[in-house]
């Protein structure tokens, strides 16, 4: 079976939520450039808002419901069938949890 396509929409942030957290007053371009500059840059809030000239206190609103990338995935799913998570568990140590035993399998620890 063919998997669909995400809509054009997937990702986008929903009507609810932005009407809930009110106006952001940063445009979308000052948004942009001061995510860059605090998360990529490094840079602290005071040097970020004086690089697009804005204050603070509206640098830290309009970046405190930015998405960031996490650095490193925390976890994820494996979709694997019935017969591979059975072997999993007959092969698991005594009291190990699954995803030790899939770290073992793949040499990673």
Same mark, same amino acid.
């Given at each position: 079976m063919a998997s669909k396509r995400p809509a054009p929409d997937a990702g986008l942030i929903s009507? !609810?939520?932005?009407?809930a957290r009110g106006p952001i007053p940063l445009t979308?371009?000052?948004r942009r450039h001061a995510k860059f500059? !605090?998360?990529e840059v490094g840079l602290d809030f005071p040097a970020v808002a004086a690089a697009?000239? %804005?204050s603070e206190a509206e640098v830290r609103h309009s970046l405190a419901n930015a998405r960031t990338r996490?650095?490193?995935e925390k976890r994820v799913t494996a979709n694997i069938s019935p017969a591979a998570a059975a072997h999993? %568990?007959?092969i698991a140590l005594p009291g190990e949890p699954v995803w030790q035993t899939i770290n073992r399998v793949f040499g990673i620890i």
């Open positions: 009507p !609810r939520t932005v009407a979308a371009d000052q500059l !605090r998360f697009i000239g %804005r996490r650095s490193v999993l %568990r007959r």
